[in-house]
């Protein structure tokens, strides 16, 4: 550690140049300027890939798109065939439904796997390659093999249920426990990528906090509660931020419903994010979807601002 | 400062939208196409066969109809290959239509004929074809894809859908190719005398889609039910409805069905009959070749769909047609591709069918000529069954427009997997479908 | 976790606290150790499906009856599988390199630099955070028609490149780094650019290198929108490929899962190499 301290000085010291006749620019003026010419690349990419097609597609929410060229200005009339539209209804509560159970699921389970493997081993280092597995694997693999897992009747799980006499359940084709399952088998394929995260932030918290603790008695609970949870609050903010949004309208949800449940059984995965794929792609309802998407971005939107409020801009101050 | 900051960027913001606005509008517009007088001289089918295809006879096929085509015509037909999936569900096609640059000569199935037809994409073939050529079709086959007398695809394929049984299941418990169930109940006593800790005796679809609308039907129609009355209004609300309903209800509740398949589908019979997961399955002619390369050494059976009391046998054919864009770059000859390629006897299409549905696939002909013509092919192996049983007593698939899709489809769900009573949901489904034709103005479903 | 059990090994009672020193050890590696396994067993599957013949492959029976390597020998002979291998590492590769680069300097400005509209023009960022893929599909696809940018390498790596979820996690990461380093550079009169290069990245390591696990994998396994720009086979990703194998009605499913075993295998590598540069820490004492 104290080598990385040298290194870093030398490393500032190689950075200063040698300023002869006073800079031009104030410093105020250089700092400001930097910050434009560091934003831009990024700023510009996501303005013409992301930002542009965004506003387009969004914008449909007010005409009625045929798919093959013809737009017709609808005004609200999409947003008012929502409002009495029960499929969308119901697509907003299996996606409250999902996002209640699976944010919290992923936030525990990825910082209990972070700090079960945070320190460097080879033990950990193999821990952290198993754990991160499920992430490598396309969803078309997760489908595929939870599928035979889980499968009525001769399915692992339920082979083993038989075992222990209970009754053979239909893990994916029941209703009653399909969004569930999916939950469940979405905390599994990612929670790698949040212990990822999560071991990145563990790793922002010094050392002599923890060794001042233990010279003054704490245990490692207590440890844990006063020390690493509020310090963990930058990226507990993030995980919980991004998770939301990726549960809401994230590529990885969308392709898990498709590959494994088809919205189904009985509209009981139907997510609103599903649903708004469904109305575009199958139905052709571009303008429909649109609208819908838009009603999802704005509520996102609304929850990011709150955080970002509550949290002074994502900026936590150390105690 | 601040606000010119912001306002620099909001003017370049809005600048930028108007820009890509502009560009998207002109893109769909047809700007692309440089000219409508300038017909072009290649044509772009986008299929999902080959070049560089999975089956090796469906990828030579369509080569060798380009080809030959090529060899004798002006304007060259050019292949494009879109991986299966990605035709059928993906965002591939409803992306190039949407954004102007639809293929010239691309294929479709029944359930996507209206969402084209009505979006004013598929293109007039009657004048094409000979009168002769347009009666060689079987006129149930090629109802779907006609619209006021006119026609607007040609199928080169009929996929009916029947019953198969393991043979070992049924020797098992003692029965004979002489004892497949005629009539619903009696599917039904089987299929609970072939369930046992490891095995279904039957197997419907179960997931949300086309298909599964698709492979329903069949037993409505058989109960006597249908979608439209004559005048236009819902005929979903019916005994014939409920009673549909409720047999694959019954499978389900009786454990004899699975809720979930495996594989890809109820569709798929290698990992479900072929495996031993179900005893028996409601699948369609196609298994004859996935059960062929997967799954060699199976024995199986093949028999029709059985019949409710006091109900008639049919089944229901899919299958794919040719189609021509209307708004692509060169209509006309795209036309008389179609035309010459399937609908035309003179110029070889019989022969061309005869060798899709035999020797790239195993199909049934859409055509008179074609299975006159194939006589021997059809009537060998399971294909006979087809042509002799199966095949006389099929309907084709109907054309829906996605909320009469919708409907059906969420009836279906909500009776088969989540005990609701087939009363109730028919009669909801009913009022939606109503709800939509008061208000469609599209060709009529069929 | 371990670390603190271990300088509980320091207190009066020296073999007591041994003894309990080396349960709590053992404890926690026999919970990883089951963690592990559990969340790896079902994977298993996906490499028994894989030796498995067509009429096996879903059989309930882990270990194959008549295993066989056909699989592998089909999906590399039929299918130019290295060839797709190659242009998804090199598109991969491209863009996060190129993503790490761009994200790592708007985060730093955005973390650190103060400037007119900073914040708004990372909400706005963030806002593009929120919308998926499928929704914006039809008018992107417009764009890179426009710019050319079909059927090319091109098309695969810039629109890939811009996210705004790695911009989100570097602000905050930089939002913790302390100031001094970056003042004392500042008074000896360095540019911000030479502050990001030399001081801001090396100590970027451990979060870059979770990233550079992230993107590479993103881009690795991503599959709509080469699906949608690319028409000409010799540019296909692997997970096109894959979809490739799954025909009208036939699912192919033992080529599937043997072509997703070989193309999970180096993000594997990937991760196993970035892995350790995480949990690496080079904040010293003294600088807090």
């Known amino acids: 550690m104290r080598d990385s301290a040298a290194e870093i000085r030398k490393g500032v010291r190689a950075a200063a140049p040698s300023i002869e006749g006073g800079p031009r620019l104030s410093n105020r003026a250089r700092e400001r300027i930097a910050g434009y010419l560091f934003v831009a690349p990024d700023a510009i990419g996501l303005l013409i890939f992301v930002g542009g097609p965004m506003i387009l597609s969004l914008s449909l929410g007010f005409f009625s798109v045929s798919g093959f060229g013809e737009y017709a200005f609808v005004g609200l009339d999409n947003y008012r065939r929502m409002i009495a539209d029960p499929l969308f209804w119901r697509s907003l509560e299996v996606t409250i439904l999902y996002v209640v159970a699976l944010v919290p699921s992923l936030y525990v389970v990825g910082l209990g796997l972070a700090l079960l493997v945070q320190t460097n081993s080879r033990f950990n280092t193999v821990m952290r390659s198993l754990l991160f597995m499920p992430q490598t694997v396309s969803l078309v693999v997760v489908g595929l093999v939870w599928q035979v897992l889980l499968v009525d009747k001769i399915g692992l799980f339920n082979q083993f249920g038989a075992a222990l006499n209970l009754q053979s359940i239909s893990w994916l084709g029941d209703p009653r426990f399909a969004l569930f399952t999916v939950i469940g088998i979405s905390v599994w394929f990612l929670m790698g990528f949040y212990m990822l995260i999560f071991l990145g932030g563990l790793q922002d918290i010094p050392r002599e906090y923890y060794e001042a603790a233990r010279i003054d008695g704490a245990g490692p609970v207590q440890s844990f509660l006063k020390i690493t949870l509020p310090l963990l609050q930058p990226t507990s903010f993030f995980v919980l931020l991004v998770s939301t949004v990726a549960a809401v309208c994230g590529s990885q949800t969308f392709d898990l419903i498709y590959i494994m449940t088809k919205g189904g059984p009985a509209n009981s995965t139907s997510l609103a994010i599903f649903y708004i794929y469904q109305q575009a792609f199958l139905f052709n309802e571009y303008g429909y979807a649109a609208a819908m998407a838009s009603v999802l971005v704005v509520v996102l939107m609304a929850i990011t601002v709150l955080l970002f409020m509550l949290t002074r801009g994502g900026r936590f101050t150390y105690g | 400062m601040v606000e010119n900051a912001n306002e620099r960027r909001a003017a370049r913001a809005s600048r930028r939208a108007v820009l890509a ?426 | 976790m371990a670390e603190i059990a271990s300088k509980a090994a320091f207190s009066a009672d020296d073999a007591d606290d041994r003894r309990r020193l080396q349960m709590v050890r053992l404890v926690l590696y026999v919970v990883s150790s089951a963690l592990a396994f559990m969340t790896v067993a079902p994977l298993f599957y996906m490499l028994s499906m894989s030796l498995k013949q067509t009429n096996e492959v879903f059989g309930t029976n882990l270990v194959p009856h008549h295993p066989t390597l056909d699989n592998f020998v089909y999906v590399f002979t039929q299918v130019d599988f290295i060839r797709f291998l190659w242009n998804t590492f090199f598109v991969s590769a491209v863009v996060t390199v190129i993503a790490l680069i761009f994200h790592s300097m708007a985060g730093y400005a955005l973390a650190r630099l103060r400037f007119p509209g900073r914040d708004a023009i990372f909400l706005a960022m963030f806002a593009t955070f929120l919308i998926s893929q499928p929704v914006i599909i039809v008018p992107l696809f417009i764009l890179a028609r426009t710019l050319h940018l079909l059927d090319s390498y091109a098309g695969l790596i810039v629109p890939s490149i811009f996210n705004a979820f790695g911009i989100f996690l570097l602000r905050q990461f930089y939002l913790g780094i302390p100031r001094e380093l970056e003042e004392a550079a500042l008074i000896d009169g360095a540019g911000y650019f030479r502050i990001w290069r030399s001081i801001i990245l090396p100590l970027s390591r451990p979060i870059l290198s979770a990233l550079a696990i992230l993107f590479f994998l993103a881009n690795w396994n991503s599959f709509l929108w080469p699906l949608t720009i690319i028409s000409n086979q010799d540019l296909w990703m692997v997970q096109v490929a894959i979809a490739n194998f799954h025909q009208q009605y036939n699912g192919s499913w033992n080529y599937i899962m043997a072509a997703s075993t070989v193309v999970a295998l180096p993000t594997i590598v990937m991760f196993v190499i970035f892995q350790k540069r995480i949990v690496e820490s080079i904040k010293t004492s003294g600088v807090k």
């Open chain 2, 21 to 446: 606005g502009g560009v998207a509008t002109a893109a769909i517009t047809g700007f692309p196409y440089i000219s409508r007088g300038f017909a072009a001289q290649t044509l772009k089918f986008w299929q999902f066969y080959g070049p560089g295809g999975g089956v090796a006879t469906q990828d030579k096929w369509f080569v060798d109809v380009a080809k030959s085509w090529n060899d004798s015509h002006e304007v060259k037909v050019e292949l494009v290959y879109v991986p299966n999936n990605a035709y059928m569900d993906g965002t591939k096609l409803p992306t190039a239509f949407a954004s102007g640059s639809g293929p010239d000569l691309f294929i479709i199935s029944p359930g996507d004929f209206l969402r084209y037809y009505n979006g004013g994409v598929l293109l007039d073939l009657t004048p094409f074809m000979e009168q002769a050529a347009r009666d060689d079709f079987f006129p149930s086959v090629i109802a779907n894809r006609m619209v006021d007398g006119k026609i607007y695809g040609l199928p080169y394929e009929v996929e009916p859908m029947a019953m198969y049984y393991s043979v070992d299941a049924f020797n098992e418990i003692g029965l004979t190719d002489k004892d497949v169930p005629k009539t619903w109940d009696e599917l039904l006593s089987v299929a609970k005398k072939l369930t046992n800790a490891k095995r279904y005796g039957v197997l419907f679809e179960t997931s949300p889609g086309y298909y599964q609308n698709f492979t329903w039907y069949p037993f409505l129609w058989e109960a006597g039910g249908d979608f439209q009355t004559k005048e236009g209004k819902s005929a979903f609300n019916s005994p014939a409805t409920v009673q549909a309903l409720k047999f694959w209800q019954d499978s389900i509740n009786m454990a004899v069905a699975p809720r979930k398949p495996l594989g890809g589908g109820a569709w798929d019979s290698v990992p479900n009959i072929g495996s031993g997961y179900c005893a028996m399955q409601n699948v369609g002619i196609w298994a004859i070749a996935q059960l062929r390369e997967g799954a060699p050494d199976f024995k199986y059976g093949v028999f029709r769909l059985p019949t409710p009391p006091g109900g008639k046998y049919l089944t229901i054919g899919g299958g794919w047609a040719f189609v021509a864009n209307a708004r692509g770059s060169n209509p006309k000859a795209a036309g008389e591709f179609c035309a010459w390629a399937l609908g035309s006897p003179k110029d070889g299409s019989s022969q061309r069918i005869i060798d899709w549905c035999t020797k790239a696939k195993s199909d049934m002909p859409p055509t008179k000529s074609a299975l006159e013509g194939g006589k021997a092919a059809f009537e060998n192996g399971f294909l006979k069954v087809f042509t002799d049983e199966i095949y006389p007593g099929a309907r084709a698939e109907p054309r829906m427009p996605p909320p009469v899709y919708k409907a059906i489809s969420d009836a279906i769900q909500s009776v088969q997997l989540n005990g609701q009573s087939p009363e109730q949901a028919a009669a909801a489904a009913s009022d939606q479908i109503d709800a939509f034709l008061s208000g469609y103005k599209g060709a009529p479903i069929l």
